[in-house]
């Protein structure tokens, strides 16, 4: 299946979202290799949009994968982009929900 990205290198339809495609992203638009770490961070954030349509705190996020705010901050966060808009992009969430929630 052929993914889709906008001109910010967001999925336009989030439904074609696979893990294969998060490390596509990860990789070539953010220079990132993903640990357990990471995936259990994307993991937990695609089971709250698919359930909510929403994006989860960084809080709940953190105390999911038992990550402290600088092992958050470092595995995500990427020159002027917030750890959380690295998250919601390689998560292949909504442009326009990430921006609505301050990503």
């Keep these: 299946m ?5 001109d910010e290198g967001y999925l336009i339809d989030p439904r074609t979202w696979s ?7 990860a990789e070539n638009q953010l220079g990132m290799k993903l640990t357990e770490a990471h995936w ?11 359930k909510w ?11 999911e994968a038992k990550l402290t705010t600088d092992e958050f901050e470092r595995l995500f966060k990427r020159g002027e982009s917030s750890a959380r808009g690295v998250l919601c992009k ?9 921006i ?4």
């Design 100 to 103: 609505a929630a301050g990503c």
């Design 2 to 6: 052929l993914a889709l990205f906008d």
């Design 90 to 98: 390689i998560s292949g969430l909504p442009r326009n929900l990430c």
């Design 19 to 25: 893990e294969r495609i998060a490390s596509e992203i």
């Design 53 to 63: 349509s929403s994006l989860p705190m960084v809080k709940t996020v953190r105390n």
């Design 40 to 50: 259990t961070c994307i993991r937990y954030v695609r089971t709250y949009y698919e």
